[in-house]
């Protein structure tokens, strides 16, 4: 069965601090995508990442970062040098091959204080 | 380009009642995806909607239903209202066809509140 684990319900940092946000997913398929998205007081759903399951390659954008680790079924996410802009829940989603559902986290709720 | 956008943005009705949701995809996307999202939670996968059929559905009963016409538009369709169907209700857009994995854009979502 497909299933993403945010352990991280709420983080608090302080501005300028680096943060890291787990995701762990399980499945059963070879190919699967994953998937962040960062939802802001406002309530929409910003797209911020897709990775695929071949491709382990980390992703850096500017102040964000991905890890995706195969061996530890985790593709974690990095903030550097946070700003209060980037409090939001962020949730970490997967999609096995041939089903186009998006099985979601529960999302992590990030404070940033400045 | 056009995002995705939703009407109405909130909603109060009554138990029993039934209710229509409106999503406008973004343009050039063909594929509409509908989600539930109860307050604290991850939003759950309803149905998904290509080129005016369904392509997919989550763990909804029947009475959460669905269209999509030619324009790609589509509406979320519940009836016989329950309480536990208070929730943040999301629709999104991407390019793509059957069993075709592409990054979804959200709309602001509709906030339905049943009393």
């Known amino acids: 069965a497909q299933k993403v684990t945010q352990a991280q319900t709420e983080i608090s940092v302080v501005e300028k601090e680096d943060v890291t946000l787990d995701c762990v997913y399980e499945?059963?398929?070879?190919?699967?995508?994953l998937f962040w998205y960062k939802q802001p007081p406002s309530g929409e759903l910003v797209f911020l990442i897709r990775?695929?399951?071949?491709d382990e390659q980390n992703e850096i954008s500017g102040r964000y970062s991905w890890n995706f680790q195969k061996s530890t079924s985790s593709f974690n996410f990095t903030i550097t040098a946070s700003q209060v802009v980037d409090s939001a829940v962020y949730f970490c989603?997967?999609?096995?091959?041939?089903?186009?559902?998006?099985?979601w986290g529960a999302g992590t709720k990030l404070i940033i204080k400045p | 380009e056009t995002g995705v956008t939703q009407s109405p943005t909130h909603l109060i009705k009554t138990r029993g009642q039934q209710v229509t949701l409106r999503c406008s995809s973004q343009?050039?996307?063909?594929?509409v995806s509908w989600y539930q999202q109860a307050l604290g939670q991850g939003p759950q996968f309803i149905f998904q909607y290509y080129r005016e059929e369904e392509n997919g559905r989550g763990n909804f009963p029947p009475r959460f239903s669905g269209l999509q016409f030619p324009n790609y538009s589509s509406e979320l369709n519940v009836n016989a209202l329950e309480l536990d169907d208070s929730a943040l209700y999301l629709c999104a857009s991407s390019l793509g066809g059957l069993a075709t994995i592409r990054e979804q854009y959200f709309g602001p979502g509709t906030r339905l509140t049943v009393t």
């Open positions: 989603a997967l999609s096995e091959g041939s089903n186009y559902q998006l099985i």
């Open positions: 343009s050039g996307h063909n594929t």
């Open positions: 499945t059963r398929d070879t190919t699967y995508y």
């Open positions: 990775r695929n399951s071949f």
